[in-house]
Nanobody
């Protein structure tokens, strides 16, 4: 039904910035709420941020609030994650995900489709 492909990851120095993109296939992207999750080495996947269909409601994990910004361009079927003031503890594989719903959710199990992930490495 839909496929998600993340891009924009890489290696960056602490304090630097990266912008991740998530391109969705098909014509149904605007029907889905969306979010970003991450999985650090040896740890469980954790919630980063989420956004409703039209972008009217946004939620951030406390660990990234004030540093990360989620946005979406439904006309381009694309989700974005702007990451500023990156810290070594932000190092993880970042995943975008979407769900058929109207309410922001922070549980991975609430999401229906997932991208393959993109590696973000922040050096000290």
């Amino acid at each position: 039904q839909v496929q998600l492909v993340e891009s924009g990851g890489g290696l960056v120095q602490a304090g630097g910035s990266l912008r991740l993109s998530c391109a969705a296939s098909g014509r149904t992207f605007s029907n889905y709420a969306a979010g970003w999750f991450r999985r650090a080495p040896g740890k469980e996947r954790e919630f980063v941020t989420a956004i409703t269909r039209s972008g009217g409601t946004i939620r951030y994990a406390d660990s990234v609030k004030g540093r990360f910004t989620i946005s979406r361009d439904n006309a381009k079927n694309t989700l974005y994650l702007q990451m500023n003031s990156l810290k070594p503890e932000d190092t993880a594989v970042y995943y975008c995900a979407i769900r058929d719903g109207t309410i922001v959710q922070d549980m991975a199990g609430s999401y229906d489709y997932w991208g393959q992930g993109t590696q973000v490495t922040v050096s000290s």
